[in-house]
């Protein structure tokens, strides 16, 4: 399956999910969900394994993707700086696997799970009034025990088309991203397997 076929599939999807903690995939998916006004649920395991966050962002209810993702890192501008900060390469890009744990992988995954079954049943009275939350699965950064849940307020722009939901540096990447698909496209149809 190509990736423009793998785009156009999920672009009929009624929610879409990103647990890659790829900062491509998820600039790809917001375009994606914001010009479908599609809801958008992503999560990651912070390097190490002692927590992680988990976020959504729905049409007429939250700010776009890229505001709520902004309104993120901009909180997490106002902390202590995170262990998993400090590591590099944290979205696979590096050769040395980072290590958390199945239970902690677990834990933000049913976290994720529960909060897209919130977002797919769109009900008017949520179970999760904030847009982002910081899961701690043991005492370490700003986390004072296991299970400390940090929820995270968000504001930011809506998900009208004609307003500005990304910086010009989200839009190039998005290109950047999409001719690399493009170009991978081009060489698999040029060397079709026998």
Known sequence: MTAAAALKDLSNCDLLIDATANPEVFLL???????????????EIF????????????????????????AYHAYLATLPDAPFKNTAGYDGTEEQPLVAYDSDVGFVATALTRLAIDTALSQDSSEFPYSVYLLGMRREWIFEAPFDTRPV??????????????????????VEALMRMYEGQKRADAHPAA
Request: proline share 7%; glycine share 18%.
């Open 29 to 43: 998916l917001a375009a994606l969900a914001t010009r479908q006004e599609t809801p958008l649920c992503w999560g």
């Open 47 to 70: 390097a190490g394994g002692y927590g992680g966050m988990i976020a959504r962002a729905r049409p007429g209810r939250d700010p776009n993707p890229l505001a709520v993702r902004d």
């Open 153 to 174: 307020a968000v504001q930011g722009h809506g998900w009208e088309r004609g307003e500005d939901a990304g910086t010009g540096e989200d839009r190039h990447a998005v």
